[in-house]
């Protein structure tokens, strides 16, 4: 089992800047692939990036790319989400995600395990 607690949602004005963390507890944590979604009312849950087990490759939505890093320590079992010149267009709820699939895959379906999400909003 691999528990997922999310934080560091809040409130922002557009151009700024949020970093988001996923706390990973469980006794095989550091085997999962790491991903983040995110799901504004009324839309689907949409993929935003991810990191590999080892750390060593991300993806990210074209959406985010440019403006989102998604890196991970597993001596903390943490994973984050660096979110910079932010767009309202970016506020969600915000879920990161664990894969265990061999190759990483990027649909919500797919995913082992969820957290309870942590809200994004960005004013303009």
């Known amino acids: 089992q691999v528990q997922l607690i999310e934080s560091g949602g809040g409130l922002v004005q557009a151009g700024g800047s949020l970093r988001l963390s996923c706390a990973a507890s469980?006794?095989?944590?550091?085997?999962?692939?790491i991903e983040w979604f995110r799901q504004a009312p009324g839309k689907e849950r949409e993929f935003v990036a991810a990191?590999?087990?080892?750390?060593?490759?991300?993806y990210y939505a074209d959406s985010v790319k440019g403006r989102f890093t998604i890196s991970r320590d597993n001596v903390k079992n943490t994973v984050y989400l660096q979110m910079d010149r932010l767009k309202p267009e970016d506020t969600a709820l915000y879920y990161c995600?664990?894969?265990?699939?061999?190759?990483?895959?990027?649909?919500?379906?797919?995913?082992?395990?969820w957290g309870k999400g942590t809200p994004v909003t960005v004013s303009s």
């Open positions: 995600a664990a894969d265990d699939s061999i190759k990483l895959v990027t649909t919500p379906a797919l995913m082992t395990y």
């Open positions: 469980g006794r095989t944590a550091s085997n999962y692939h």
């Open positions: 990191v590999t087990w080892d750390g060593r490759n991300t």
